[in-house]
């Protein structure tokens, strides 16, 4: 168990409905990212958080976005959703103290299908 | 551009040979970490090693050893005796300094089947 939590663990949608997906972050971590895992494109980082702030964004669409909340969690919700965005998707946590890296560790995942 | 390569898509192996698993990176950045990661068939992504652009030194832990190379860009990654139970994707990773955020950048994976 890496101590990172995410749930839901699956979730099946429509297509152009909306989905918030959340994490809870190992005890003590700050930086949260998200990661999105689909067949074509590989393991994909998304956005980056540290300590409620935004500090990394990768390549992830507008119809997405995310927060972090004082309590640390983040939620990444998408909208619009279209079957293209079907892939799991992966919360990871860091201790991040700004001033180096430290090694992430993922939750297990939430599985998204669009249908 | 940084980038990470694990040209083996999958490797079947017989339980007990051993088995090497290769990642090459491209950055052009003086600091920056490696990462192994392990996907078994349950899905979630654990944890293996992480070694910074400063130490090359090779690691053992148990059955698992590391070979970082900056001549050659490679971190490749070594099963000795496989298992069946370290049958999964092994992803390598390449992340830059702290103040480019720490974002990893992964390889395709390697799927590797280890038969009884």
Redesign the interface.
């Known amino acids: 168990d890496s101590g990172v939590t995410q749930t839901p663990k699956h979730l099946i949608t429509a297509t152009g409905q909306r989905v918030t997906l959340r994490c809870s972050p190992r005890s003590g971590d700050l930086s949260v990212y998200w990661y999105q895992q689909s067949l074509d494109q590989g393991l994909q980082f998304l956005i980056q958080y540290y300590n409620g702030e935004e500090r990394a964004k990768g390549n992830i669409l507008e119809r997405f976005s995310a927060q972090q909340f004082p309590d640390l969690h983040s939620e990444l919700n998408l909208s619009s959703l279209e079957l293209g965005d079907s892939a799991l998707y992966f919360c990871a946590s860091s201790v991040g103290t700004g001033h180096e890296i430290t090694e992430a560790f993922f939750g297990q995942g939430t599985r998204l299908t669009v249908v | 551009a940084q980038k990470v390569t694990q040209a083996q898509t999958e490797i079947s192996v017989v339980e007990k040979e051993d088995v090497t698993l290769d990642c090459v990176y491209e950055t052009r950045d003086t600091t920056y970490?490696l990462?192994w990661?392990k996907q078994p068939p349950s899905?979630?992504?654990?944890?293996l090693i992480?070694r910074?652009s400063f130490d090359e030194q090779n690691e053992i832990s148990g059955r698992y050893s590391w070979n970082f190379q900056k001549s050659t860009s490679s971190f490749n990654f070594t099963i000795t005796a496989s298992q069946v139970v370290d049958s999964a994707v092994y992803?390598c990773a390449l992340?830059l300094?702290?103040n480019?955020?720490?974002?990893?950048?992964?390889?395709?994976?390697t799927e590797l089947s280890v038969k009884p």
């Open positions: 970490y990462f990661y899905g979630e992504l654990v944890f992480r910074n992803f992340t300094s702290y480019q955020g720490g974002k990893l950048i992964f390889g395709q994976g």
